[in-house]
């Protein structure tokens, strides 16, 4: 098969490859890897400091779950070892950018082999969109379900990663919103429970 379509149907494989994190969590028709690769470019397309190579953070957030067209989304819960994750998507990462031209093998392998390093600035950057899209796709899946605070362990997993100010701007909205919907779905239940209680008749002793 001509070496393009092959590498364009293994980009293809990510659009049906779901993301373990959600899945493992039981959330419904969780988003597929390229979902989340889709809003991390779109975060990378927005960011504002002049001191970041805008054009690299978006070519990395595009090409840095690539290799997992091949070896799946490996999560935590896994427990596959740095190393060895680090092997399999290497080895992948060599076969897909193989089956590119030498110019634009180079482009991929380095972009995702700077990622994966995190040698630089930007790759820094392009981890902390990675984590900022998750914790905010835990929020809507929060949303979604109506079950504001049931997935923790994301927001908590991450505490301490985000440095940049342009990030640490949105996930400080993220998480006021968050903190409201909480806190109102708390009242929520505490009204409802004592409507019930006034409603169900005391047994007499
Ligand atoms: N249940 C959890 N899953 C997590 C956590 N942190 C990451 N993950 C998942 C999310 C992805 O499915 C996968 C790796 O994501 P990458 O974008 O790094 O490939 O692991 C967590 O705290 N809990
Ligand atoms: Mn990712």
């Not at 991390?40 to 397309?45: G, K, N, R, T, Y």
């Not at 981890?127 to 899946?141: F, S």
């Not at 909205?173 to 429970?193: P, T, Y």
């Amino acid at each position: 098969m001509d070496n393009m379509l092959q590498f364009m149907k293994l980009v293809g494989q990510l659009k049906r490859i779901p993301r373990t994190g959600w899945v493992y969590r039981n959330v419904k028709q969780p988003e597929s890897v390229s979902d989340h690769m889709y809003r991390m470019s779109m975060m990378a397309l927005t960011i504002q400091d002049v001191s970041v190579n805008k054009e690299r953070i978006i070519k990395m957030a595009l090409v840095h779950d690539l290799a997992e067209s091949i070896v799946g989304d490996i999560a935590p819960a896994d427990n596959v070892s740095k190393e060895e994750k680090h092997r399999r998507e290497k080895e992948a990462m060599e076969h897909i950018s193989g089956l590119l031209e030498d110019g634009l093998r180079k482009e991929v392998y380095e972009l995702w082999e700077e990622y994966e390093n995190q040698t630089s600035s930007e790759a820094k950057l392009v981890k902390q969109l990675d984590q900022l899209e998750m914790v905010l796709q835990a929020h809507e899946y929060e949303e979604l379900e109506g079950k504001p605070g049931r997935l923790q362990e994301f927001f908590t997993s991450t505490e301490g990663r985000f440095h940049h100010p342009e990030v640490v701007g949105l996930l400080k909205s993220l998480n006021e919103e968050r903190a409201r919907h909480i806190a109102s779905k708390g009242q929520n239940d505490a009204e409802k429970s004592t409507e019930t209680k006034s409603h169900t008749p005391t047994t007499s002793s």
